[in-house]
């Protein structure tokens, strides 16, 4: 399955707030065995978002939008959303009945605009907010919130699924440069992706889909570069 995940908000691209959401979320669907491919961050701005979700929705499997939900000024994603997939925005009954049946809150509290989702999208409640989430065609979107996206996301979870890649870490207290040769070997003998980190040491990534392929492949790599000492 092939994914991309799309952020919005003023704020990340002013680098005011740390995007967290895309990490945590590459995290976990990559953790399922989807192939995260494009993570995007955008304005709020209802035309940017239409634009890269409808880009999205013709290249990947699935498309999952983060942030911009709610009935302020600039929570604009649902209308993006709704104008990528060409359906207008209206108000949901069901997620309204949700948030003053289980939700606790009477419908006078709601602002105008909160329950607003595409038309016909399937709602996605908010266990530990307000705001509700929604899919509609591929395009799964949730809160930008960390503790509410975290929430929604692990609902909709069994519905991202692929190849489960195994994975090793080996660290080597040698310059980068210096392994370059041994990485190529390496590569040539086992059927794993190579990733390489440097820090205080070089720490290397391998994966694959054959766990026995990418244990040999550690083990490999164990023996013929310097451990950091301890």
Known sequence: MRVAVVTVGDELLSGDTENTNATWLCRRLTERGVDVERVFTVPDDVGDIAQVVNESLAAYDAVVVTGGLGPTH?????EGVAAAVGREVEASAEAEAWLTEQGGYAASDLAPGTTHLPAGARVL????????GCVVESVYVLPGVPDEMEAMFEQ???EFSGTIRHVEVVDAAEPESALVERFAELRDRFDVQVGSYPG?????????VDEDEVRE???W?????TAPEE
Do not use: W, Y
């Open 74 to 78: 600039d929570d604009l994603t649902m």
């Open 125 to 132: 409640h908010n266990e530990v907010g307000v705001a509700p």
């Open 156 to 158: 909709i979870a069994p």
């Open 200 to 208: 205080e040491t070089v720490s290397v990534k391998l994966s694959g």
């Open 217 to 219: 492949a550690a083990a």
């Open 221 to 225: 790599l164990r023996d013929r570069v």
